[in-house]
């Protein structure tokens, strides 16, 4: 997923050679195969807390890291309109930006006519806006990533790791071998607790040891029932994205307890209601569109609690490293914190504030 294929490119780039081991692709079922389109927008907070300052840094990383890859991989910077709830929301927002002082090239207040202006879309209600809002194809990303020299891709469920001399093992359900290497990083989402269990070390980690899967699915809807779709990433509660393949992507939904991530008519219902409160106008032809009968995507975000992840080395386990609970923010973090490890392992400063570095450590 995203949080492997950016460890894979941190580590290619300084001469690492690295094998992934995909669960995914052993069923068939490579990660974010199907979905089309997600945003990367940074979260600003009037404390400007953790959670803020990560999604800055990694937005950031990852304009750096992914700007020159091939067309369809790349970010398109198309700017995100972050709408807010009520004019109340409205003016505590400006105290924020007042406070914090951003660059307005960066993020910016806006009206409701400016950023219906910025849309090309009649919008429900002003916001701000982030100059440096990105579009990305997860999808290409991923594939494009791990298509880097130096990678490997070996098809496989890993259920337990042992130690091996100075290094780790690396087996399936059935105790077969799959891989063996000094450094051994897991970064398979709400998977990792199950692998830590078997291991013996999730008593270790007791933050990980409350990490919980939350299902999730987007809808695709026809560009032209929007008229063509908004020019830019318009957010709020839920969000509409710019057209891709003659389709915009809505989103999202977030299911407790779920034993399944799945598309159907009770979710659709949901992203296509999300999406017609961001709207300010009326689009007959979206209005009129059957939940249930739309094209999407589904899967599943691995969350912590207090919705930051867990990076960094495992305690008392030398050369197991974790990097999950990206939570929604997946394409937020997953060139930062490919960065962080990488940059841990070649002796490096690393690329974070060490007190960011110790909210996130594995615990």
Not at 163 to 177: F, I, N, S
Not at 227 to 249: D, F, K, S, T
Request: net charge neutral.
């Amino acid at each position: 997923g995203l949080a492997g294929a950016g460890i894979a490119q941190a580590l290619v780039a300084r001469g690492w050679r690295v094998t992934v081991i995909d669960a995914g692709r052993a069923q068939d079922a490579p990660a974010h195969a199907g979905h089309a389109a997600a945003a990367l927008t940074p979260v600003v907070a009037r404390d400007d807390n953790a959670r803020a300052r990560l999604s800055r840094a990694g937005s950031q990383r990852a304009l750096a890291r992914w700007q020159g890859l091939p067309a369809g991989a790349a970010p398109r910077v198309c700017g995100t309109v972050q709408l807010e709830r009520d004019e109340g929301r409205a003016a505590a927002l400006a105290g924020t930006l007042e406070t914090l002082a951003f660059p307005e090239y960066w993020v910016r207040q806006v009206d409701r006519d400016e950023a219906s202006a910025l849309a090309g879309l009649p919008l429900a209600r002003g916001g701000v806006y982030f100059g440096q809002g990105m579009l990305l194809r997860p999808n290409l990303l991923i594939e494009t990533l791990l298509a880097a020299d130096g990678v490997t891709i070996l098809p496989g469920k890993v259920a337990k790791v042992d130690r091996a001399g100075p290094g780790w093992r690396v087996c399936d359900q059935a105790g077969v071998e799959l891989a063996r290497a000094d450094t051994v990083i897991l970064a398979n989402a709400f998977g990792a607790r199950a692998v830590l269990a078997e291991s013996g070390l999730l008593d270790l980690l007791p933050r990980v040891a409350q990490m919980h899967a939350l299902a999730g699915e987007v809808t695709l809807v026809p560009a032209q029932a929007l008229g063509g779709g908004p020019r830019c990433i318009v957010g709020g509660e839920g969000y509409l994205l710019p057209e891709v393949a003659a389709a915009c992507v809505v989103g999202s939904t977030y299911v407790h307890g779920a034993e399944q991530a799945r598309i159907g008519a009770e979710g659709q219902r949901v992203t296509l209601d999300k999406a017609a409160g961001l709207l300010g106008g009326s689009f007959p032809d979206f209005d009129s569109l059957e939940p249930g009968s739309l094209p999407g995507w589904a899967g599943w975000r691995a969350v912590l609690p207090g919705r930051l992840p867990a990076v960094g080395e495992v305690p008392q386990a030398p050369g197991l490293w974790l990097a999950v609970g990206y939570a929604s923010r997946g394409l937020s973090w997953s060139a930062l914190m490919g960065d962080l490890i990488a940059a841990r392992l070649n002796g490096e400063p690393q690329p974070l504030e060490t007190d960011l570095a110790q909210l996130i450590a594995p615990r």
